[in-house]
């Protein structure tokens, strides 16, 4: 059973910092790509970066390019997001998903963690 734990979520002032954890269980981690995708109030769901299942390859939307940094420990089966100089619409649940062996199509994802960018 796939099971996907973010944490690391809370509220920051514009142009802070966030690390984003999630803790995933359940299947053979490092065999699958990973997402991190959000959800902002009154608003779909939106992706936001994904990694390759060996971490060599990372990918962004655009408005995030240069302020977010997806990695992954293969080894304690975690993926990060490192989150900087954060917006006020950078505000959001942010989900850790999970991709497939071969692409970041989403098969499941865990229950989020809020970010509030707000002064």
């Known amino acids: 059973q796939v099971q996907l734990v973010e944490s690391g979520g809370g509220l920051v002032q514009p142009g802070g910092s966030l690390r984003l954890s999630c803790a995933a269980s359940?299947?053979?981690?490092?065999?699958?790509?990973m997402n991190w995708v959000r959800q902002a109030p009154g608003k779909g769901r939106e992706w936001v970066s994904a990694i390759t299942s060996g971490g060599g390859n990372t990918y962004y939307l655009d408005s995030v390019k240069g302020r977010f940094t997806i990695s992954r420990d293969n080894t304690k089966n975690m993926l990060y997001l490192q989150m900087n100089n954060l917006k006020p619409e950078d505000t959001a649940v942010y989900y850790c998903?999970?991709?497939?062996?071969?692409?970041?199509?989403?098969?499941?994802r865990g229950q989020g963690t809020q970010v509030t960018v707000s002064s």
């Open positions: 998903a999970k991709g497939s062996k071969d692409g970041a199509t989403v098969t499941a």
């Open positions: 359940g299947f053979t981690f490092g065999s699958y790509w």
